[in-house]
Nanobody
Framework: QVQFVESGGGTVQPGGSLRLSCVGS?????MGWFRQAPGKQRELVAS????????SYADSVKGRFTISRDNAKNTMYLLMDSLESEDTAVYYC??????????WGQGTLVTVSS
């Protein structure tokens, strides 16, 4: 069973940047970054086809976030620029199609605050 470890979160001011990392024991062919904000459901914010590099983004982060991967290292990244308070959430990585029945890691907390 594939397991992931997320890292790179922290506290940043609005307009700042962070880069999150996701290291896996393996990678699914379609991977995604998810986030769960306080009082909200988990949502998919970015996805990538690990083999082709094709990417997709939620409207809320499009133009600000960049998803990438290093297949040789079984590592995926999320570069977050122009962060807003609404981006505050715990960020997770998993298969693009992951549901509650899948194995989820601890995530990494991103807090955007003045």
């Amino acid at each position: 069973q594939v397991q992931f470890v997320e890292s790179g979160g922290g506290t940043v001011q609005p307009g700042g940047s962070l880069r999150l990392s996701c290291v896996g024991s393996g990678m699914f062919y379609a991977m995604g970054w998810f986030r769960q904000a306080p009082g909200k459901q988990r949502e998919l914010v970015a996805s990538i086809n690990v083999r082709s590099g094709s990417t997709s983004y939620a409207d809320s982060v499009k133009g600000r976030f960049t998803i990438s991967r290093d297949n040789a290292k079984n590592t995926m990244y999320l570069l977050m620029d122009s962060l807003e308070s609404e981006d505050t959430a715990v960020y997770y990585c998993n298969a693009q199609w992951a549901t509650i029945s899948h194995n989820w890691g601890q995530g990494t907390l991103v807090t955007v605050s003045s």
